[in-house]
C-alpha cells in the first residue's frame, strides 16, 4: 500500500519560512518524480515544484519566484519543499504526488499517487 504523508504545516505570519515534508511507504521512492501542488479554497489545484528522481533537476511554478525550494533523500525516501517569504496568498492545503512513469510536470494527472495534504496559513 503506497502511502504519501506530508508534514510541517501551520499557522505563519507574512514572512516566515517553513519546511513541508512527505515521506513515501510502500514504493521504490528513487524511480518516482516527486512533486509538490496546493490548493486555496474556492481554486483549482495548483503546481507548485517538481523534481526528478535524482534531485539533479527541478523546477517550479511561475509564481514561486525564487521563494521555494525543493529537494529529497532518496535514502529517507523524503522530499521537501522549502518555503520563504510566505505571502497571505501562499495560504493552502499543499499536495506532495508521485509520478512513476516521470512524465513529471505541472499537470496533476500524470501523478499516481498523492498524499492527503497538510494546511499552511499564513496572516498577513
Known amino acids: 500500500q503506497v502511502q504519501l504523508i506530508e508534514s510541517g504545516g501551520g499557522l505563519l505570519q507574512a514572512g516566515d519560512s517553513l519546511r513541508l515534508s512527505c515521506t513515501a511507504s510502500?514504493?521504490?521512492?528513487?524511480?518516482?518524480?516527486m512533486g509538490w501542488f496546493r490548493q486555496a479554497p474556492g481554486k483549482e489545484r495548483e503546481f507548485v515544484a517538481g523534481?526528478?528522481?535524482?534531485?539533479?533537476?527541478?523546477y517550479y511554478g511561475d509564481f514561486v519566484k525564487g521563494r521555494f525550494t525543493i529537494s529529497r533523500d532518496n535514502a529517507r525516501s523524503t522530499v521537501y519543499l522549502q518555503m520563504n517569504s510566505l505571502k497571505p496568498e501562499d495560504t493552502a492545503i499543499y499536495y506532495c504526488?508521485?509520478?512513476?512513469?516521470?512524465?513529471?510536470?505541472?499537470?496533476?494527472?500524470?501523478?499516481?499517487?498523492w498524499g492527503q495534504g497538510t494546511q499552511v496559513t499564513v496572516s498577513s
Open positions: 504526488a508521485a509520478d512513476f512513469r516521470g512524465l513529471g510536470g505541472s499537470t496533476s494527472e500524470t501523478y499516481d499517487y
Open positions: 523534481i526528478s528522481r535524482s534531485g539533479s533537476n527541478t
Open positions: 510502500g514504493l521504490t521512492f528513487r524511480t518516482y518524480v
